[in-house]
């Protein structure tokens, strides 16, 4: 049964929901094997700094100086940014049921993620995220990342709209969980065809 909905706007994460998630743990297992990196190492540098990137206070180079250009490498700085950028894939069934979903029933769009801004930019404009996405309230852009609960008052302020008006679109649960301790209806997303379905039910079927 379709309930009668009042939401006039979806705040969507990007990794895991409309990209991939790019620069993950198993991108960075990866990159270690490809360029002959100590993985543990990685990690550890990876944890005590990405955060601080993620919220815009440090530059891609500042954070690559930290967790790999600490000391003189075989391969190049661009190689590495090359082989981070080339790890991001779309959901084209989730992309394609988002643009149907704000056509046909004229909703805001906003993007609600942490991300670095060199690889927020590159996975936006190379995806073509904005061609379609109304407001990016980027972690790297507000300088505050998820979990912090901020983030969402931020967005609910740029998007100019009550919490019971948006659903959040999700893959993790704590965020789920700290978007509707605010009031946002969450929607824990797991793959495309259980969210279609769960959307259906907040009123829009395709």
Not at 139 to 144: D, N
Request: glycine share 4%.
């Amino acid at each position: 049964m379709q309930q009668k909905s009042p939401i006039t706007t979806l705040f969507l994460d990007i990794g895991g929901v409309l990209l991939s998630n790019g620069w993950d743990r198993a991108a960075r297992k990866l990159a270690a094997s490809e360029f002959s990196l100590d993985l543990v190492e990685l990690e550890e540098r990876h944890h005590l700094t990405f955060d601080t990137y993620e919220e815009g206070k440090l530059t891609l180079d500042e954070y690559l100086d930290r967790i790999v250009f600490y000391e003189h490498r075989s391969f190049s700085r661009q190689q590495f940014k090359d082989f981070m950028y080339s790890r991001t894939e779309p959901y084209p069934e989730m992309i394609e049921m988002i643009c149907q979903i704000k056509e046909k029933y004229k909703l805001k769009l906003a993007i609600v993620n942490n991300e670095g801004r060199e690889l927020n930019e590159y996975r936006i404009r190379t995806f073509g995220l904005n061609k379609f996405i109304d407001f990016f309230i980027s972690s790297c852009f507000v300088h505050f990342r998820k979990p912090d609960a901020d983030i969402f008052r931020i967005a609910l302020d740029i998007a100019l709209v009550k919490p019971h008006e948006v659903i959040y679109v999700e893959d993790r649960a704590m965020f789920v969980s700290v978007a509707e301790n605010l009031g946002i209806n969450g929607l824990l997303h797991e793959n495309y065809a259980t969210t279609r379905e769960k959307l259906a039910e907040w009123g829009f079927p395709l």
